[in-house]
Nanobody
Framework: QVQLVESGGGLVQPGGSLRLSCVAS????????MGWYRQAPGKQRELVAT???????NYADTVKGRFSISRHNARNTAYLQMNSLKPEDTAVYYC?????????WGQGTQVTVSS
């Protein structure tokens, strides 16, 4: 079965950086689009960034210029490099992919930006 496992979240001060990782299994990783979403308390889950199998990236306006999504196909891993973090980036971050007409989500990793 498809599994997505995130890691790399934590507590960071405003202006700091974190790198999230998402390891995928049970999926043909090199052909799927990978995405990162986030959900803050009391808010809907929102798109953060996506990267296609060909390496084309897309970002939410709120993170453009600060976050960078990438993938390493040989490692079945997607990354989200987050720089210049702000308190409003605090959320649970989820990895996502769509494979064979089904959506798959990781368990989420908490990112807290606070002094």
């Amino acid at each position: 079965q498809v599994q997505l496992v995130e890691s790399g979240g934590g507590l960071v001060q405003p202006g700091g950086s974190l790198r999230l990782s998402c390891v995928a299994s049970g999926v043909s990783f090199n052909i799927v689009t990978m995405g990162w979403y986030r959900q803050a308390p009391g808010k809907q889950r929102e798109l953060v960034a996506t990267v296609t199998s060909g390496g084309i990236t897309n970002y939410a306006d709120t993170v453009k210029g600060r976050f960078s999504i990438s993938r390493h196909n040989a490692r079945n891993t997607a990354y989200l490099q987050m720089n210049s973090l702000k308190p409003e980036d605090t959320a649970v971050y989820y990895c996502h992919t769509r494979f064979l007409l089904s959506n798959y989500w990781g368990q989420g990793t908490q990112v807290t930006v606070s002094s």
